[in-house]
């Protein structure tokens, strides 16, 4: 059975920073591209980041590009977004899932397991 856990969210001041891991098991990990989503609330889910299986490619949404980076370690199945400079419309649960697609996947169609979600919350 696959399991993806997020943590890391948390309440933070605009302008601070938070580093989201994902812990991922059950599945081969290294055949996966890894991305992380966002729904804020009202709000349709969202495209943030995602990792080629390598960690070779990343893709960021145009939104946070510059300001957060994806990295992934296949040794230790983890996937992690580190988020600097959070603004309040960064507000939202955060979601990490695995696509068995290759390339720089940025449509949440393709991805097969996702995680239960961790809430970021940013205030101004």
């Known amino acids: 059975q696959v399991h993806l856990v997020e943590s890391g969210g948390g309440l933070v001041q605009a302008g601070g920073s938070l580093r989201l891991s994902c812990a991922a098991s059950?599945?081969?990990?290294?055949?996966?591209?890894f991305g992380w989503f966002r729904q804020a609330p009202g709000l349709e889910r969202e495209f943030v980041s995602t990792?080629?299986?390598?960690?070779?490619?990343?893709g960021y949404s145009d939104s946070v590009k510059g300001r957060f980076f994806i990295a992934r370690d296949n040794a230790v199945n983890m996937v992690w977004l580190q988020m600097n400079n959070l603004k309040p419309e960064d507000t939202a649960v955060y979601y990490c899932?695995?696509?068995?697609?290759?390339?720089?996947?940025?449509?949440?169609?393709?991805?097969?397991?996702w995680g239960q979600g961790t809430q970021v919350t940013v205030s101004s």
């Open positions: 899932a695995a696509s068995n697609s290759l390339g720089v996947v940025t449509t949440d169609r393709l991805y097969t397991y």
């Open positions: 059950g599945l081969a990990f290294r055949n996966y591209a």
């Open positions: 990792v080629t299986w390598n960690g070779g490619n990343t």
